[in-house]
């Protein structure tokens, strides 16, 4: 798994879509561009993305229209809208709706890379808020101690994997050596998951023999 911040440029203008990736992907940032406003809300059902710029004039859906499907999806990711000067009262209408920013065009290499660390940190900050005051809600507690303890880049992530698998009926298989907290992780997704009221069962797998 990449450790890059994974950004989204969505305009209709192939040129704007060009520069863009070719200045994020030089900042070192993961970039996937899209000319469609239907294509990118598909893309963003399939894939999570840490920074998504948006265009606010499109053929179909526009940036404002997208803008609360988007959240809905992903209320965690940060939107740029990308605008136009005579729409810049319209961004700033996006903003109060859940935009983070907007960036007028034609905008400097400079100004679109500071525009999107400043997200980025924005993100980064939700993110660890979000670990450290819901860690006691997500995770179940046995005698006053939870099951994991982890404030780490890591842990975090591993939070995040909990709270997406735990609500879906999907089978998880989760494996790694003896010791590593198998049984852990378990528990703590199906705490987090509609069983949440029934039963745990743990199977000890050293009962079981395989006849050859």
């Known amino acids: 798994m990449s450790d890059k911040a994974r950004i989204l440029v969505v ?5 704007i879509c060009r ?5 994020l992907a030089d900042c070192g940032y993961e970039v996937e561009t899209l000319q469609s406003s239907r294509m990118a809300i598909e893309r963003i059902k399939e894939e999570s993305f840490d ?9 179909g859906l526009n940036g404002m229209e997208m803008l609360p499907l988007i959240k809905e999806i992903n209320p965690c990711v940060m939107i740029i809208m990308m605008t136009g000067y005579s729409t810049v009262e319209n961004a700033v209408q996006a903003m109060k709706q859940g935009a983070f920013d907007y960036i007028p065009k034609p905008f400097s290499s400079d100004e679109l890379s500071i525009r999107v660390e400043k997200a980025l940190e924005k993100r980064h900050s939700i993110r660890e808020n979000r670990c450290l005051h819901q860690l ?8 006053g101690k939870y099951y994991i ?3 780490s880049k890591k842990m975090q992530e591993i939070y995040r994997i909990i709270e997406k ?8 298989l989760i494996h790694g050596e003896s010791g590593s907290g198998k049984e852990l992780l378990a528990r703590a997704i199906h705490y987090h998951s509609q069983r949440k009221g ?11 023999s395989v006849n050859n």
């Not at 305009?11 to 040129?15: G, L, M, N, R």
């Not at 920074?51 to 053929?59: A, E, G, N, Q, T």
């Not at 006691?136 to 005698?143: A, D």
Request: contains cysteine.
């Open 11 to 15: 305009d209709d203008e192939p040129i």
């Open 19 to 23: 520069n863009c990736s070719r200045i």
């Open 51 to 59: 920074v998504i710029l948006l265009d606010f004039k499109m053929p």
């Open 136 to 143: 006691p809600e997500v995770l179940p507690q046995i005698e």
């Open 149 to 151: 303890i982890g404030k």
């Open 165 to 172: 698998v735990a609500p879906t009926d999907s089978t998880v």
């Open 198 to 208: 029934k039963p745990f069962i743990s199977l000890d797998c050293q009962q079981f």
